[in-house]
């Protein structure tokens, strides 16, 4: 099944079939869930590694293979990070989660300030799950969903498979290809050429992604090579996985809402090669920088986005996350079944944001193929939903059977030393002969270099 998902994957991003026998998915064994998420997450870096190796091929002449080993990539999808005489903090707000309501199931998403104040002002300034969940159980579920999203939070229902997919969203999203390509102009050809080993080396990436997906494909390209300024707002932090994810990038702060920060944007945008944003499909354009203003900015700009729920239908700009996203999709609903338990069963891990991270680290590369080779600027959305639909359409894991424990020799030497303090990193999921992913710099907090390129 990984060799389908691979394949679907590649032709998403518009890869060459005939490549596909360069790659090569090793292992056996599986994450415990209802669906097939180890199938998915080897899949999803394999296209991405042949990505990488397609375009080094194109300049260098060397036509490496890609090898990617199921079981490092299946924990890749939770965590690559082993800390050393620390913790990373709670993963999840304590009010966030699933609670029942009158007649059914809710996912409250609360991590960050701003929701969590939406969620409390809806249901009451409870500050402990208990009561959080004798306030919810007032309330029918759709009703309270509805309520939560009006006034500017994130939440979602819990509905079956069959239910999503007569959904009026669910039906949109089916319409969708896995990723919308687009070739906005034809320019001249890049002079720029890459370091051998380092095939990404000396391209400028602008991340303005958060949770989850987009930091896992912009860590993917500092892994080769690419120089990655994340952006982010003066008020926003993501304390439970910025040590996973800013792994090889610089990171800024800027508020676009101020004039001064606004032109440094520009000039930091005119000056990138790579754009990689998360915002919901209507959120740059109210900024001002819709899809034709950032190509005025930067020409021949790679642009590849990212939105939760799609990019047509109700539900378009809708927030969202990949726990929400499982809920509403019928994901949460069928891991219950599998499990026969009263209680919503997710994925074993935040597969949805994984595989679609890095799917859009695949599109940019292979974009930027393009744009080297033929001078085809491809402008490439992706979304959550439809990857989920991706997953769901193959139908249930019927094979069970366990990974061996991780053991000390997946884990790489020699140690990382953090802002946090020293860890270990799993070692890489993937190998292209000759060319290794590595990071020219340790994971840092959100904020702590200047916005401007190296």
Not at 180 to 199: F, M, Q, V
């Amino acid at each position: 099944m990984a060799q389908s998902f691979f394949a679907e994957m590649w032709k998403a991003v518009g890869g060459d079939a005939a490549l596909a026998d360069r790659v090569a998915i090793v292992g056996g064994g599986q994450l415990p869930s209802a669906f097939k998420v180890s199938d998915l997450a080897s899949a999803a870096v394999a296209a991405a590694g042949l990505a990488v190796a397609e375009f080094e091929g194109k300049i260098t002449g060397k036509h490496g293979t890609v090898t990617v080993d199921r079981r490092l990539a299946s924990f890749w999808f939770l965590s690559s990070l082993r800390p050393i005489g620390w913790s990373m903090p709670a993963v999840w707000d304590s009010i966030a989660g699933d609670y029942e309501a009158r007649d059914g199931w809710i996912r409250l998403h609360t991590n960050a300030p701003h929701h969590r104040a939406v969620a409390q002002k809806v249901l009451g300034d409870h500050a402990d799950k208990g009561a959080m969940a004798a306030a919810v159980k007032a309330w029918k579920k759709r009703e309270l969903e509805q309520a939560i999203i009006a006034a500017g939070g994130c939440a979602a229902e819990m509905r079956s498979l069959s239910e999503w997919r007569q959904h009026e969203q669910g039906l949109a999203v089916d319409a969708e290809p896995l990723a919308l390509r687009h070739t906005c102009l034809h320019g001249s050809e890049l002079d720029w050429r890459p370091s051998l080993g380092r095939p990404l080396k000396g391209l400028r990436v602008l991340d303005l992604t958060r949770v989850l997906a987009g930091p896992v494909a912009t860590r993917f390209l500092a892994g080769y090579g690419a120089e990655v300024l994340r952006i982010d707002p003066p008020d926003w932090d993501e304390p439970a996985v910025v040590p996973e994810v800013t792994l090889g990038k610089h990171c800024a702060r800027l508020d676009l809402m101020r004039t001064h920060d606004r032109g440094v944007f520009e000039e930091l945008l005119s000056g990138a090669d790579i754009l990689i944003h998360g915002y919901r499909a209507d959120a740059l354009a109210a900024l001002g920088y819709d899809g034709a203003r950032r190509q005025a900015l930067s020409p021949g700009l790679i642009d590849v986005s990212l939105d939760a729920y799609g990019w047509s239908g109700p539900w378009r700009n809708r927030r969202g996350f990949d726990s929400l996203v499982q809920m509403s999709s019928g994901i949460a609903d069928a891991g219950m079944a599998w499990q026969r338990a009263d209680r919503p069963v997710p994925l074993p891990v935040q597969a949805l944001d994984h595989a679609t991270g890095y799917l859009m680290a695949a599109a940019a590369i292979r974009s930027l193929t393009q744009r080297l080779t033929s001078g085809e600027v491809v402008r490439t959305r992706l979304s959550l939903a439809r990857t989920a639909k991706l997953l769901t359409d193959a139908g249930p894991q019927d094979d069970q059977s366990p990974f061996a424990a991780e053991t000390g020799k997946d884990l790489t030497i020699p140690v990382e030393r953090t802002f946090w303090g020293e860890t270990q990193r799993l070692k890489s999921p993937v190998e292209i002969d000759g060319t290794a992913m590595t990071w020219d710099a340790p994971a840092t907090p959100l904020g702590s270099a200047p916005p401007r390129w190296a």
